[in-house]
Structures are given as structure tokens and as C-alpha cells.
């Protein structure tokens, strides 16, 4: 169990989404033949990647 002020429970859920679309977008493109470096740990280009990703699924 983790307790979480009220006060950060939003911004927490908030993250966890975030790293959850991450981790699925990871898995994409792991399955589509990209290496897993620059990924883990994510470098600038890779950030810059999937905001656009999430911009793009925001849209839609």
C-alpha cells in the first residue's frame, strides 16, 4: 500500500500515466527492431520523439 498526500494525488497520477504510454511506446518500438539504448535512459532526441508522439495522441 502507498499513502499519497491529497494534495499530490493528482500530479502522481498524472506521471504514472505519463510512464505507462512510455513504457508501451518503449515496447513499439523495441518490436519494431530499435535498439533499447536511447531509449533507457531516454536521451534528448528520444524525449523530443515521444512528446511529439503524445502531442499527437492528444490531438486525436
Known amino acids: 500500500?502507498?499513502?499519497?498526500?491529497?494534495?499530490?494525488?493528482?500530479e502522481i497520477a498524472q506521471e504514472?500515466?505519463?510512464m505507462e504510454q512510455y513504457e508501451a511506446w518503449v515496447i513499439d518500438?523495441?518490436?519494431a527492431?530499435?535498439?533499447v539504448?536511447?531509449?533507457y535512459p531516454m536521451?534528448?532526441?528520444t524525449q523530443a520523439e515521444f512528446e511529439a508522439f503524445i502531442a499527437?495522441?492528444?490531438k486525436d
Not at 500500500?1 to 493528482?10: N, S
Request: net charge positive.
Open 1 to 10: 500500500m502507498i499513502i499519497i498526500p491529497a494534495e499530490l494525488a493528482d
Open 16 to 18: 504514472a500515466k505519463l
Open 29 to 31: 518500438k523495441v518490436k
Open 33 to 35: 527492431g530499435r535498439a
Open 37 to 39: 539504448i536511447g531509449l
Open 43 to 45: 536521451n534528448e532526441d
Open 56 to 58: 499527437k495522441q492528444q
